[in-house]
C-alpha cells in the first residue's frame, strides 16, 4: 500500500476519532514475568542480527484445533486495520493472534537496515510460533498485503509448521504487481493527472497537497471503495497515525508508480508449487493486486483455493465483508474437518 500515508494524513485535521485504543505504554506494561500473558497480551522476545528485543502479540478465543496468526500489511504498519476480525472470528469459534512485527507501533522499533531483509522476518514469525506454541495440529498462518509476501516466506521455509495458509490480497511477484499498476491502475487516473503526479515525484515532492490529491481518487477506488473521509477508524489509526516509515520506505520504497525498495525485485511465483499445505487465495475485483494473477496463483499451489470478491477492494475485508469473512471460516473449517 505505497504512499497510502500521505492520502491517510489529508484526514488528520478532522475531527477527532472516538476515544483512542491504550497507549503504547499501556500496552507495555505487565505484571510477573515479563513476557506473561495479561488481558491477552504478551511481549514475545526476539532474536535478531541487531540485538534482542520484543515484539507485541494479543491472543484472542481458544480453540485447540484452529488458531491463526495475523500478519498485518506495510511493512511498517499495525495488526490495526485487521481489529473487523473481531466482529466475525469468535462467534466462530476462531482463535487468533493479533502481532505487531518488529518495528511497528506496538512492539519495539529498533533503526537497523540489517533488520530490513524478508528472511529476517520469516525469522521472527517462527520465533514468535514458538513462543505461542502453535504447530501443524491447529497452525493457520495469514497475511495480507505485505503480510502475504511474509506468508509466503514462512511458507517456504517452514510449511511443517502448518496447518493452513491463507494469502489475502498479494501477488506472488512485486514487478507483476508494477505492471498492473501502470498497465491498467493509473491510467484511470487520466494523462495530465499521470503527467503531474510524475512531476512531483521526479522532484521528490510527495508530501505536496496536490500530489495527495492526485492520487486520492486511487485510494476511493482501489484500496478501501467508500470516500476517505468515511474510512474505518482502525484503517486510519494504523496506517495514518502509527506507520513507521523507517521500515516502510526502505522496503517499499516512497512512490506509488514503481516499487523502488528492498522488495522491488521479489518474485516467488515460480516456488508456488513447492507450497503443499492447504492454501486460500482471497482476491477482489478492485484489488490494487491483479484479481486474475491471484487466481493464477491458486492454481499453482497444489492444494490452492481462490476467493473471489466481486465487491471488493485491497482492504476487501471492510467493503465486502460478509463474503470475505465467509469464505475465511469456510476455509478454516474444512481444514480442519478434513484433518480429523
Known amino acids: 500500500m505505497r504512499r497510502i500515508l500521505f492520502a491517510l494524513l489529508l484526514l488528520l485535521c478532522a475531527p477527532a476519532f472516538a476515544a483512542d485504543p491504550p497507549t503504547l ?7 510477573g514475568h515479563p513476557d506473561a500473558w495479561q488481558g491477552g497480551v504478551r511481549m514475545i522476545p526476539i532474536h535478531t ?18 488458531k491463526v496468526l495475523l500478519l498485518h500489511g506495510g511493512p511498517g504498519a499495525t495488526h490495526e486495520p485487521l481489529e473487523v476480525f473481531d466482529s466475525f472470528l469468535p462467534a466462530d469459534g476462531v482463535e487468533y493472534y493479533y502481532y505487531d512485527q518488529l518495528g511497528s ?25 514458538k513462543a505461542l506454541g502453535l504447530d501443524k495440529d491447529n497452525f493457520y498462518l495469514y497475511g495480507h498485503s505485505w503480510g502475504g509476501i511474509l506468508a509466503m516466506e514462512y ?19 512485486i514487478p507483476a504487481y508494477v505492471k498492473y ?21 521526479a522532484a521528490k515532492d510527495y508530501d505536496n497537497p496536490r500530489y ?14 467508500r470516500p476517505m473521509a468515511e474510512w474505518p477508524e ?37 516456488d508456488l508449487p513447492k507450497i503443499t499445505v492447504p492454501t486460500l487465495v482471497i ?6 493486486m491483479d484479481p486474475k494473477f491471484m487466481e493464477m496463483m491458486s492454481k499453482k499451489l497444489p492444494h490452492g483455493e481462490y476467493l473471489y470478491l466481486p465487491n471488493g477492494s485491497h482492504c476487501a475485508f471492510y467493503d465486502d465483508q460478509d463474503a470475505y469473512f465467509a469464505g475465511l471460516l469456510k476455509f478454516l473449517h474444512e481444514v480442519d474437518d478434513r484433518a480429523r
Do not use: C
Open 283 to 288: 482476491g477482489a475485483r478492485y484489488d490494487t
Open 234 to 270: 482502525p484503517l486510519m489509526r494504523g496506517f495514518a497515525r502509527h506507520l513507521n516509515k523507517k521500515v516502510y520506505i526502505p522496503m517499499q520504497g516512497p512512490s506509488e508508480l514503481g516499487a523502488s525498495g528492498i522488495l522491488e525485485k521479489w518474485d516467488r511465483t515460480a
Open 181 to 201: 499498476a501502470n498497465d491498467v491502475l493509473m491510467p484511470e487516473l487520466g494523462p495530465e493527472a499521470i503527467a503531474e503526479i510524475k512531476k512531483l515525484e
Open 25 to 31: 505504554a499501556q500496552y507495555h506494561t505487565r505484571t
Open 155 to 173: 511458507a517456504l521455509k517452514h510449511q511443517d509448521h502448518l496447518k493452513g495458509l491463507i494469502i489475502s490480497n498479494m501477488v506472488s511477484s
Open 105 to 129: 507501533y506496538y512492539s519495539d522499533q529498533p533503526d537497523d537496515p540489517r533488520l530490513l531483509t524478508t528472511d529476517r522476518f520469516v525469522d521472527e514469525v517462527e520465533q514468535v510460533r
Open 49 to 66: 542480527p541487531a540485538g534482542d528485543f520484543r515484539v507485541w502479540t494479543k491472543r484472542v478465543g481458544d480453540n485447540p484445533r484452529i
Open 212 to 225: 495527495e490529491a492526485l492520487l486520492q481518487p486511487h485510494y476511493e477506488h482501489h484500496i478501501l471503495r
